[in-house]
Structures are given as C-alpha cells and as structure tokens.
C-alpha cells in the first residue's frame, strides 16, 4: 500500500469554489482545460503519482546514493534510477513547457496541483527534475540560436539540468562568490572555482547534464566587478557534445568532489563540483549577455514556490496518514460517557484538535499556493491576449517569499508537533513514513534562501519596492471578507477585521523604522521583526481565504447529498477553527513588534 494520500477533492473545492477557476478554464487561452479536462487531470496524475512515483519513496539509507571519488561519479540505487527515468520519459513535466515547445497551454494553479501530487509522492526525485522545463524556458526564451538548440536537446535527449549558485564562502551571499570566468578567443569562457549544495549534481540518470553556473567575468569591460551585479550565467555541460546530433564528446572539466550526506531526501544526490581543474570547464555566455542574477531569478522565482508546494504535499499526506491512524488506532476510554471498552483515538478531545490543526493548516497552505498560482493564470492569460496584468503580477510577486518561508515553516513545525504525534512511539519508528517526511521537510526552509532571507525580501522589496501598493491591494480584497453579512460567521469576521489592522500596524510600524536616522539602529531594528511580519502575513492570509472556504461551504450545505456534507462540515469548521486559534493571536503580535528593542545590537556576541 503507498505512503501517499492525496486530496484532490479539496484542490478541486479551492480552484472552482473559492478561486472561481470556471472563469478562467475552458477559456482563452486555456480553452482545452474545462474543469472537466483539469479533473481528467487531476485523476490521472493522483494514480501516477501514487501506484508509480511513491514506490521508491522510502530511504534505503544514507549509502543509497554512491560517489566514486577515483571518476568523480554518482551512482543512484538502481531501483530509484528506474522510477525517476520513468517519471522523466512519461510526460509530466511537459505540462511545464512553454506553449510554442507544446502547442498546449495549461493554467498554471492547475499544473501547480500536479506538482503537489508528485512531490508529495516522492519528493527527492521531483525537486531535481522539475527544474527542467524551467531551464529549456530560460535557454528559449532568453538565449541565443545555438543555447536555443540546447533546449532542444534536453528534450531530444532528455538530458538533466542544475542551477548553480551556492560557494563554499558564498551561500545566502550570492554576491560574493568567487568563481570565476574568462574568455577566450572562441567566444567560450573557461569556469575556475568550486559549487556546494547541488542537487543533481552528478548522477547515472541521463548522460549529460547542462548546468547554469553564476560566475565572475574577469579582464571584460562593463563586466565583472563586486557583488551580485559582477555576476553572469553560464552554460556549462558535462560533456561536450556535437550540437547538430546531440552525440557526446570528451568530459568537460566539470567534476564533483564530494557528496552531501543529509538529513533528509536521501535518495537526491547533492555535490560539490569543482570547475577547471586538469581539464577546462568550458562554457558560454547566456544570451551573450551579461545579466546573470537576473537571469538565473528566472529559475529562482519558480523554485521558491517549487519549495513551498513541496512542504505543503508533505503536510497534507502526513496529517492524512495521521486521520487514518487515529480512525484505527484503538487506545484508551471516552473521557466522558465511558461504556467500559476502548475506543479509536480520534475518539479523544485533544486528538480531534490535533487533526483539526494539520487539517487547517494544510489546506490553508494549499488555498495560499493556489490563489497565488491564479495570479499566475491571470498573468498568462494578459500576456495571451497581448496586454500586462500589473495587479495580478505584483501579487504574484508579493506572495512568493511568503509561500517559500511560511509554507515551509509551517509544515516542518506541524508535522512535528501533530502529525508524527498522533502516532506516538510509532510515529518515530521507520515503519510509519511520518519520521522521513519530517526529515524530508526540515530542508525546506533553508534552502532556495533561508526564511529570515525571506523575511527581509518581503519587507524590503516586495512591500517597500512599491511603496505597499501590492499588499495595500490584498489587504483590501481581504477586508471586503469582513462585510459579507452572514450571522453564522459574525464572529469571525471580527478576528479576521482585527488581524488585518494588525498587519497594517505591522507594515507602518516596520516602515517608519526602516526610515529611522538612528546611524542604522533603527533600521536593523526594523529587520529583527521581518521573519515575524512574514509569518503574520501568511496566517493572514491562508486564515483569510479558509474564512472564504467556510463561507462557500456553509452555503453548500443546503443542497449537499449525504455523501458530501462531511468535507462541507470540515471546510466550516476549519475555517472558523483557524480564525478563533491562530488569526486572534495577530493583535498580540503586533504589541510583541512594537515592544522590540535594540538591547540584542548592543549585547556583545559573547552573551549569547
């Protein structure tokens, strides 16, 4: 039996319900994905990503994946190889593609559902390969005749890809890394200098591997120089190859010196490569343009939402697994009205808020990405039609370090605290797969950027970039929530009406810091509370649109056959749940934030 359960009935409620996909699916440009077709989908990637891609999912152990320091190779566990070749060849990550490679053009909150499905299945294999659609996007769109035949060949070939841009000295600092590229008379450049952290970085799944490397340009007018504007983009591959067949050459010199051994996703390979050692790591120029972080934020922007997806699979699969546990697990009598005999532990008043917990959060975080992923569609839809959707794009934009730092803060801690509870002694024990999602998930929220890096990008440039107009726009939708008249949610409209005064006295009270003349005093004590008005915001808005949920759902109940009443109970429920426990709290929040002192700059390192 897989590890995994899916809730393809909740993503369908939050795309046509909540987010009104009617509108958008089945029409320009997305005409051939009715609801119907989505559905059609939806079914078909539950079965794949189920009876196939969760087969391999369990760890074999941290010698599962195997380096050979004598030919710098990695070797993957033959029967993981097999399934990540299968998921490689069987379609999927073409729904990614561009529209001109595929000739289909898929609302991106639904191919967001696919990929929820597949890394909740067996996210180590997933998280390394969907980044290829992406690359072949980029080398598209963005670089010249012979990169744009690479793209090609990806897909001819299926060949892997990687983005390279942490340094051994050089992790969240992007700009300081030293890797180093320089011309040559061909047009080439040659790569000097050393990676960390790459996710498929070498392995035995394909036969080349086209990496994107950020590296310095040296003795180049108008190019190189300090920080991240010094940086450009390369495209290196591991072999060289015949760029009108595809057929492989001699090895580039581009080795892997070591192996990660990690906590989590054991099955992924993370490396450390070295560039330019006996051999010349030979690379072009992207786009013959030197514009590398831009460029490579192309990739990033993706794999931020890419990594809060991967968290939400994670807990919605393991509070399923924990609901099905509890329905069985017999332990202990009712507290109240004992007739003597045992009973299922979701029997128990502290169990039931547990489930009620991992159940909130975990569709909240799904209506979070999928909202977000329908700015998405709107964006497409415009750019279709020729024009430019600003309000759509800018909300897009806004919400992405929110999905990336809270999505995965919010799974690991949940997870932990409830998921893996429910089960006891059990639940840290191999034999239940909530101990490895727990390790799979810590990772989450580190890599991609930490979530204080999140925090500050938030704040710093999400929501000060446009002097809060994005989130001024939010809010306002948000508050219009707060008017619908209905007296079984009286209540919490109230909660919800006062957590978004609480997140506008957040943003002013950070702004007004931010902008303080203190020798910088104020500024740094502005940047202590941005991982804090981060996470505010994301419960503000996953509490947000479950209220929304519980409100379409109280409505739905009127009519609702026998057989889907309890999910419409369960959405009510979660909804209001999730406004009473944890949006009440943001007032006191606030008052944490404004009670912020600058008594940690002065306290010496020593003290801590």
Request: charged share 20%.
């Amino acid at each position: 039996m897989s590890h995994y359960h899916s809730n393809i009935r909740d993503m369908q409620f939050v795309l046509f319900d909540l987010l009104d996909g009617r509108t958008r699916y089945g029409q320009e440009p997305f005409a051939e994905v009715d609801p119907d077709a989505a559905t059609a989908i939806l079914t078909e990637a539950v079965r794949y990503a189920t009876d196939r891609l969760a087969r391999t999912f369990a760890d074999t152990g941290p010698e599962s994946v195997e380096f050979d320091p004598a030919t710098h190779s990695v070797r993957l566990p033959q029967e993981y190889r097999a399934a990540a070749a299968e998921y490689l060849d069987s379609g999927w990550l073409d729904l990614d593609l561009p529209t001109e490679i595929t000739g289909q053009n898929v609302p991106p909150s639904l191919r967001w559902c696919v990929t929820e499905l597949m890394l909740g299945a067996n996210p180590a294999i997933p998280q390394g390969l969907n980044v290829i659609p992406q690359v072949v996007r980029l080398l598209s769109q963005q670089g010249n005749e012979s990169q744009r035949r690479i793209a090609e060949l990806v897909l001819e070939r299926r060949w892997m890809v990687t983005m390279m841009l942490t340094e051994p000295d050089a992790g969240s600092d992007v700009g300081a890394g030293r890797t180093r590229a320089l011309p040559q008379p061909d047009g080439s450049w040659h790569i000097e200098g050393t990676k960390r952290f790459i996710t498929y970085g070498d392995h035995d799944l394909t036969d080349n591997i086209i990496h994107l490397v950020l590296a310095r340009p040296v003795g180049v007018d108008g190019a190189g120089g300090p920080g991240t504007r010094g940086l450009s983009l390369f495209v290196v591959p591991k072999f060289h190859f015949d760029p009108h067949t595809g057929d492989l050459g001699d090895r580039n010199g581009v080795v892997v010196t070591g192996m990660e051994h990690k906590m989590g996703l054991r099955g992924s390979p993370t490396c450390t490569v070295d560039f330019g050692g006996d051999t010349p790591a030979v690379g072009w120029l992207l786009g013959d343009t030197h514009a590398g972080l831009r460029q490579m934020f192309e990739l990033i922007k993706h794999l931020r939402m890419l990594v809060g997806v991967k968290s939400t699979a994670a807990l919605s699969t393991g509070y399923l697994n924990a609901r099905d546990y509890a329905t069985r697990r017999v332990q202990g009598r009712r507290l109240v009205g004992d007739t003597g005999g045992s009973v299922p532990i979701i029997e128990h008043p502290d169990v039931r808020r547990s489930l009620m917990t991992q159940k909130a959060y975990a569709e909240g975080l799904r209506a979070l990405i999928l909202y977000t992923g329908s700015q998405q569609d709107r964006v497409e839809a415009a750019h279709a039609a020729g024009e430019v959707d600003h309000d759509a794009d800018t909300c897009h934009q806004l919400l992405l370090p929110v999905i990336k730092g809270y999505c995965a803060e919010t799974a690991w801690r949940v997870l932990g605290q409830e998921s893996l509870q429910v089960f006891g002694g059990s639940g840290f024990l191999t034999d239940y797969p909530l101990e490895q999602y727990v390790r799979d998930t810590k990772v989450d929220s580190l890599y991609e950027g930490t979530t204080g890096i999140q925090g500050l990008d938030l704040f710093s440039r999400k929501i000060l970039g446009d002097n809060g107009a994005a989130l001024d726009r939010l809010l306002a939708e948000m508050a219009a929530t707060t008017t619908v008249p209905d007296t079984r949610f009286s209540h919490e409209r109230a909660i919800l009406s006062a957590a978004i005064d609480s997140v506008h006295g957040m943003v002013a009270l950070l702004t007004s810091r931010w902008a303080g003349e203190r020798d910088g005093a104020d500024r740094e004590l502005a940047a202590q509370d941005t991982t804090c008005l981060l996470l505010a915001l994301g419960d503000l808005v996953c509490g947000w649109l479950l209220l929304r949920s519980a409100q379409i759902a109280h409505h739905k109940l009127g009519a609702a056959e026998d057989g889907e009443r309890p999910f419409y109970l369960g959405k009510v429920e979660a909804g209001s749940w999730f406004a009473r426990k944890v949006l009440i709290g943001l007032p006191t929040t606030l008052r944490a934030m404004q009670d912020t002192t600058g008594d940690l700059r002065a306290l010496p390192a020593e003290a801590f």
